[in-house]
């Protein structure tokens, strides 16, 4: 890795990062503003010139960024199991490449979408493996987002009294981390 990141990048690796990015923005950006069939095609466009990069760990990072962007967009239109598909592929490059914090992540949005199909069981072993990795990392930020995600399943299966010590638990971290949003 230290070899590829000392190499200066090319007139085309500069190209194609930027046109990354301008991609990646321009997703978020409809998604921002409730477009998601437009966000989908931004990413499907990303996702095809990360297929094209020329480095294979610049490629597998690209596609990852790709497929969990593409995996976020298919569930705002309820399009649950493309999304775990693409979060699944995701999931599967960031563990290729030892990416701890990305597989937290891309493991609580995979939790999100099961629990958007009322797959509780499956949302808490990917609700549980993300706040593993998120300890494993030292995410603190994850580990609270993980205890409140973990709380709502439990909540969503009428398991209240497991629901509420995550929860308190996840507003500890948030005041411990100043994450004001996750306050409630």
């Given at each position: 890795h230290a070899l590829l990141a000392s190499r200066p990048p090319t007139r085309a690796r500069a190209a194609a990062a930027a046109a990354m990015r301008a991609l990646h923005e321009r997703g978020n950006a409809y998604l921002s503003r409730g477009d998601a069939d437009a966000a989908v095609e931004a990413f499907e466009e990303m996702r095809a010139l990360a297929a094209a990069l020329p480095l294979p760990e610049g490629r597998a990072r690209s596609l990852m960024k790709a497929e969990g962007s593409l995996g976020?967009?298919?569930?705002?239109?309820?399009?649950?199991?493309?999304?775990?598909?693409?979060?699944?592929?995701?999931?599967?490059?960031?563990?290729?490449?030892?990416?701890?914090?990305?597989?937290?992540?891309?493991?609580?949005?995979?939790?999100?979408?099961?629990?958007?199909?009322?797959?509780?069981?499956?949302?808490?072993?990917?609700?549980?493996?993300?706040?593993?990795?998120?300890?494993?990392?030292?995410?603190?930020?994850?580990?609270?987002?993980?205890?409140?995600h973990l709380g709502n399943t439990f909540g969503d299966l009428g398991q209240l009294s497991q629901a509420l010590p995550l929860h308190e638990a996840a507003l500890a971290v948030a005041r411990e981390t100043g994450d004001w949003r996750a306050e409630g």
């Open positions: 976020i967009a298919w569930q705002s239109l309820g399009e649950h199991e493309r999304a775990a598909e693409a979060l699944r592929a995701a999931i599967g490059v960031s563990e290729a490449l030892g990416d701890t914090r990305s597989a937290a992540a891309l493991l609580s949005s995979l939790g999100l979408s099961y629990s958007a199909r009322g797959e509780h069981e499956h949302a808490l072993a990917r609700h549980a493996a993300s706040l593993a990795l998120s300890l494993q990392c030292g995410d603190r930020r994850g580990q609270g987002v993980e205890l409140g």
